[in-house]
């Protein structure tokens, strides 16, 4: 079989891969209570999951980004899609082949994230590399993340509809098809690299003399961080603190989340050329700000549910934007720096949540403890957003990013 020519199946595989990470991040917490209720486990195991898919990814993102340019684009997204599906079945058997089921959930909570780790720093450069440039492509792929969630939460409430969720485990085996296929196909299209782009990236050792770059560190960790502390607990939230039932509690929580979110991404994917990001950004984080905020104090259950669905837009763009500022700024920033920025975005990712869940555990206020405790990456974002809005491009910033790039000589 030939390979296909056009890089629009390029873009297309890879916005199923970022629904793929959709899938291994946002699965699990949405079978919380199952595994509660099948295995007995307590508030803070749960929480350890969490924190194990963030730290597992942080991992991948530290050590990677060498070895991705060595052994290749494709080789990489394809190996991360035999992760994500191998980590799915084994979080399906294990758990009943084990005596500890909640150690066999870990392992496949473990290799899945593997596979997660390795598309978040692979994923955005692949796009970022394609010839035929799209200043809204980067948006676009992360829509599909949220898009990708959405159809995560339909797919598991029309399962459990039907099936007992004494059942789960057959739902995770389903899902771990479509890596599968994804991988399959992504191997026929064409894949270039940013070095063939852009000319060869500038090394890490210069990206960390760039002072900028660590304003994006910080933007895209608290973007991570306000993102996932909500996605992660809303189901888990309408469950166990509003005492809504699982259908109701996952079609207004997470998948009102999502739904926003994507459609946040989407509109910038569309229409991002017209969008000034330095001057939006701000203004996203005061209003999600304000979600925490609300969320924290209010005891009117619909009130909470449509806030956290509000979170969803305000947080749409900051992961995207993030990227795309970056890659104008430090354009030369290449693989290495795609690696650097995910993980910042996945030590927020793995903060965000987890302090939201020991905090809750600790606390006598519950989850609302936890999420008003979220409050500070949303202060972070603030100041982070407007110190960047500030940025210029003067004459004396562009030597410098030459002269780190290699192109004037010290």
């Not at 079989?1 to 946002?26: D, E, P, W």
């Not at 900051?318 to 720096?337: E, Q, V």
Request: net charge positive; with cysteine.
């Amino acid at each position: 079989m030939k390979r296909l020519k056009s890089y629009r199946h390029t873009f297309a595989s890879c916005c199923v891969a970022s629904g793929i990470q959709a899938l291994t991040v946002n699965l699990a917490p949405l079978l919380f209570v199952s595994f509660q209720e099948s295995f007995d486990i307590s508030l803070s195991k749960l929480t350890a999951l969490i924190t194990v898919t963030f730290l597992v990814q942080l991992l991948m993102d530290a050590g990677s980004a060498k070895i991705m340019d060595k052994i290749g684009y494709r080789t990489a997204v394809i190996l991360s899609h035999v992760f994500a599906s191998s980590g799915l079945i084994l979080m399906a058997a294990l758990p009943f082949a084990m005596s500890n089921s909640y150690v066999g959930l870990m392992i496949g909570t473990i290799i899945c994230s593997i596979g997660g780790g390795i598309a978040e720093v692979i994923i955005s450069p692949v796009v970022e590399a394609i010839p035929e440039k799209n200043v809204g492509n980067m948006s676009l792929l992360h829509s599909c993340y949220c898009f990708g969630y959405l159809a995560v939460v339909l797919i598991t409430v029309g399962y459990f509809l039907i099936f007992d969720k004494d059942n789960w485990q057959y739902l995770v085996l389903a899902f771990a098809v479509i890596p599968i296929i994804n991988a399959i196909y992504f191997f026929f299209v064409p894949c270039s690299t940013l070095d063939e782009q852009r000319g060869e990236s500038m090394p890490l050792k210069n990206l960390f003399k760039c002072k900028r770059f660590y304003l994006f560190f910080i933007l895209i960790l608290c973007a991570g961080a306000c993102e996932q502390a909500m996605s992660q607990w809303v189901s888990y939230f309408a469950e166990k603190g509003l005492n809504l039932s699982k259908t109701l509690g996952d079609l207004v929580g997470p998948f009102s989340f999502a739904l926003l979110m994507g459609l946040g991404r989407l509109f910038y994917g569309l229409f991002g050329r017209k969008i000034k990001l330095a001057k939006i950004l701000p203004i996203l984080g005061i209003a999600t700000l304000a979600c925490y905020i609300t969320v924290a104090i209010s005891e009117i259950p619909m009130l909470s549910l449509i806030i956290c669905a509000l979170c969803g837009l305000a947080v749409s763009i900051m992961w995207p934007a993030a990227l795309d500022l970056a890659s104008r700024n430090i354009s030369k920033g290449g693989t290495a720096m795609f690696a650097m920025l995910a993980l910042g975005g996945d030590i927020g990712c793995t903060l965000g949540p987890s302090i939201v869940g020991y905090v809750s555990d600790a606390s006598e206020f519950g989850l609302r403890g936890g999420l008003a405790a979220a409050i500070v990456f949303a202060v972070m974002y603030i100041v982070a957003s407007l110190a960047i809005s500030k940025l210029k491009k003067s004459d004396h910033s562009q030597m410098l990013e030459n002269k780190l790039n290699g192109d004037i000589q010290p």
